[in-house]
């Protein structure tokens, strides 16, 4: 009778066991090694494809990392703006890091003429986050009007880092991370702490770097991935859809001229500026011109170049603080006190509508550019928005796409 009980329990035992190793493997258990290294892999992350639409990687899913080698990704076609990855830090530099001042034998000046990229990818624990927009970029000041920016900096959160190549001069990991005011060893990544490794990606190929991560030089339009932790399965990896290059005929910008076809009637129209203030604009006359900068503004239409408007935000009695003296489309911004001006404003003073699907009353496939002197881009956020900036030149596509993007030589060079 006793060898029949503790036959019976020998039995329960074993089958209670093998039911709790089919439980563990039906949940990605079993195998692994405790780090993580068999956890079941995430929507959009880990799979034959990069991450749907280059977007951020579910929180609420639990990222497949290895303890070996991680592949690449199949690559993921994007354009400048996308945000790549979740947000974790504040746009621009820190306190710390660049505000103006020479940074890691960096100055901050206006805009090269040349610019190229290389991209960044910061992933924690198998889960990217996107790096921030306006590192390395100062704002226009009154004492500074113009602003600046370094030789490395970011425009937006797709993890490009532009970098000025007019010299071609070639820039590391470790000046773009003293631009940002960041921390970057291998155990610190901008204030993410963990074992960290490097991986670049140049060509497709991609090979794990082991040396000092300061002195890391940014790959000429290839890939850095910063892993904190453990390591993702794959690795994101992206074609970019470039900007036309520029023409090499320079458009002369003459005072009182005219660039384009004349297509808009001059002034504001009937529901633009009457006098009143326009989105916290004033009109005035005699109005002092302490703040004076210059952006530009070019319309496409199906290959076609519309004039701007002369004479918009100017009235018998008084002019607008952003405002046009001539159809070679400079916005003039003349204030008395430093402020922030959009595109958008200058639209409103004029009386004409500005989305995406409509510039001036004329609508259909739009794709917006930004030029500043030479770091050219996508833009893809509201054009209402687009703040105006010394010798900044938005370029307006509707219909036929552009083959090459204007340059300007211009009457008041700043």
């Not at 035992?13 to 990605?28: H, I, K, R």
């Not at 034959?48 to 690449?72: E, I, N």
């Not at 530099?93 to 940074?103: F, H, I, K, L, P």
């Amino acid at each position: 009778m006793l060898k029949e009980k503790q036959m019976n329990t020998r039995w329960m035992t074993s089958a209670l066991a093998a039911a709790a190793l089919a439980l563990l493997a039906a949940c990605g258990g079993g195998g692994g090694s405790g780090n993580g290294s068999s956890s079941p892999t995430s929507s959009g992350e880990g799979g034959a494809s990069s991450p749907g639409g280059a977007s951020a990687p579910s929180g609420a899913s639990t990222p497949s990392t290895t303890t070996g080698t991680p592949t690449l990704a199949a690559a993921t076609a994007v354009v400048d703006g996308t945000t790549i990855g979740a947000s974790q830090w504040s746009d621009g530099s820190t306190s710390t890091g660049g505000t103006g001042q020479a940074v890691a034998n960096l100055n901050c000046t206006v805009a090269g003429n040349k610019y190229s990229y290389s991209h960044l990818s910061i992933y924690q624990n198998g889960k990217q986050l996107s790096l921030p927009a306006n590192v390395g970029y100062v704002k226009p000041t009154m004492a500074k009007q113009t602003g600046c920016v370094y030789p490395v900096h970011t425009v937006d959160a797709s993890g490009k880092i532009r970098m000025d190549v007019t010299s071609n001069a070639s820039y590391t990991l470790g000046q773009f991370f003293s631009v940002w005011g960041q921390p970057l060893s291998t155990t610190n990544v901008a204030g993410l702490t963990g074992n960290v490794t490097a991986w670049v990606n140049t060509g497709g190929t991609l090979t794990k770097y082991t040396g000092d991560l300061s002195s890391l030089v940014l790959p000429d339009k290839g890939e850095v991935t910063l892993v904190i932790g453990a390591t993702p399965t794959q690795i994101a990896t992206y074609t970019w859809t470039d900007p036309p290059p520029f023409t090499s005929t320079v458009t002369t910008l003459s005072y009182g001229g005219l660039v384009g076809n004349l297509y808009f009637t001059d002034g504001n129209t009937a529901t633009g500026g009457t006098g009143a203030p326009v989105d916290g604009l004033i009109c005035a006359a005699g109005m002092a011109e302490t703040f004076h900068v210059h952006s530009h503004v070019a319309i496409f239409k199906d290959g076609q170049w519309l004039a701007f408007p002369k004479n918009v935000g100017i009235l018998s009695s008084c002019n607008y603080e952003t405002h046009t003296h001539d159809n070679t489309g400079i916005i003039h911004i003349e204030t008395p006190n430093f402020k922030d001006f959009t595109l958008g404003q200058v639209f409103d003073v004029w009386g004409m509508p500005l989305s995406s699907t409509n510039v001036a009353g004329i609508t259909g496939d739009i794709v917006v550019y930004i030029n500043d002197n030479g770091d050219v881009r996508r833009y893809t956020g509201d054009p209402r928005n687009i703040p105006l900036t010394s010798l900044r030149d938005i370029t307006f596509q509707i219909g036929k796409p552009l083959t090459t993007l204007p340059t300007y030589s211009w009457y008041e060079p700043q």
